[in-house]
């Protein structure tokens, strides 16, 4: 069974993060995310991740956004920003990123992501849906989301 940890932000967690770069997927490093959030094992990150044995192979951002900020959801409500799921390429297609995904909605709470090119199918799999797009609020993203039941999306 896969375990989803909570991500330590430490040296040893970005040196975990720059082998995801260095598989290519630069365009969703949380190299940066990282940095900005360095507090020497800050046990309330926004990083999670699954391990195979000793090796970090998935990771995700998972932040809590306040109601008073929704702009996809009705009733306006605290829901959960899924950014930069990241799967590493040997371990693709073998329920990591499922398994983190189940794990965001394990809080109960709307979710909203951005997809990366090309992940259409995976995303659809998990439920999620594409919102209205609005260019003031999406401004050229295409956000995804998912809701629990008792809410739906902003019209």
Request: charged share 30%; hydrophobic share 30%.
């Amino acid at each position: 069974m896969l375990k989803v940890e909570r991500l330590l932000v430490n040296y040893k967690t970005l040196e975990e993060f720059k082998k995801f770069r260095e598989y290519g997927i630069q365009e969703l490093s949380m190299l940066e995310d990282f940095q900005s959030n360095m507090i020497e094992n800050n046990s309330d990150s926004p990083f999670y991740g699954i391990y195979y044995g000793d090796k970090l192979v998935a990771r995700m951002s998972l932040y809590r956004v306040d109601k008073r900020f929704d702009q996809y959801f009705t009733p306006k409500q605290d829901y959960l920003e899924l950014w930069k799921l990241e799967v590493l390429s040997d371990y693709q297609g073998k329920g990591y990123g499922k398994t983190l995904v189940e794990f965001a909605k394990s809080f109960r709470l709307p979710i909203k992501t951005n997809p990366r090119v090309k992940s259409g199918d995976f995303w659809s799999k998990m439920k999620f849906e594409l919102v209205k797009y609005d260019m003031d609020r999406d401004k050229g993203e295409n956000p995804l989301v998912w809701h629990p039941s008792g809410t739906s999306n902003q019209s």
